[in-house]
């Protein structure tokens, strides 16, 4: 089956940067997606790359995808309180139908 | 926010009882899925529907069944409710379902579902 591993916990201090890590299996997704979610609510969209991108940069957030270790990374910048979420990384799969989440990465803000 | 409503919110069952899910949207989008989130797992895809009365399985669709007589309904049945079947469920939807287009799932406020 397909597995798309994360990371469970990362903890950083108010105003560094947060990496998030995960692996895909999948070479052939055609997009890969951050998801984020808040306590006791449904998953948003953060970003995503297409997979003919090495990285993206949308403000706070960098994205980099390295296909050949189908690994794909998450970058916050300054992290704020208002960061702390789980995140997940998701993969499209079933022929582009469905997708495949990680296991999620938990990151907690410190002050 | 994506017009997805799921009911009920909260449902405290007991072994061996028929529960159903229910979720509505107001988007007119062709794709719907039903999630399971549970600790160490994420999200795991139970069933989904790519139209009307068209439904598919997920990586973990025993015990559960669904139906879309309705572009904006999709129900999730737990035929006889067990304790593993406790956990928070979601519905999600989306317009293209991926491939050429960006596949993103708009996503429901979730149910949370304990079997005792």
């Known amino acids: 089956g397909e597995d798309v591993e994360q990371s469970l916990f990362l903890s950083v201090r108010e105003g560094d940067s947060s990496v998030i890590n995960c692996t895909y299996t999948d070479s052939s997704s055609t997009y890969l997606y951050w998801y984020k979610q808040e306590p006791g609510a449904g998953l948003q969209l953060l970003t995503y790359i297409f997979s003919n991108m090495d990285m993206k940069q949308d403000q706070r957030l960098t994205v980099l995808l390295n296909k050949k270790d189908k690994h794909l990374s998450l970058r916050i910048a300054d992290t704020q309180t208002g960061d702390s979420a789980i995140y997940f990384c998701a993969e499209t799969t079933g022929g582009g139908n469905k997708l495949t989440f990680g296991t999620g990465t938990q990151l907690k803000v410190e002050l | 926010d994506a017009g997805i409503t799921q009911s009920p919110r909260h449902k405290v069952t007991e072994t061996g009882t028929p529960v159903t899910l229910r979720c509505h949207q107001t988007?007119?989008?062709?794709?719907m899925y039903w999630y399971r989130q549970d600790p160490g797992h994420g999200l795991r895809l139970i069933h989904y529907s790519y139209g009307v009365k068209d439904t598919d399985k997920g990586e973990v669709s025993d015990g559960y069944s669904v139906s879309r007589s309705k572009t904006e309904d999709f129900l999730l049945t737990l035929e006889s409710a067990t304790s593993s079947q406790t956990s928070v469920y979601f519905c999600?939807?989306?317009?293209?379902?991926?491939?050429?287009?960006?596949?993103?799932?708009?996503f429901g406020p979730g149910t949370r579902l304990t079997v005792l």
């Open positions: 988007e007119n989008h062709r794709y």
């Open positions: 999600a939807i989306s317009e293209s379902g991926g491939g050429r287009a960006r596949g993103e799932q708009f």
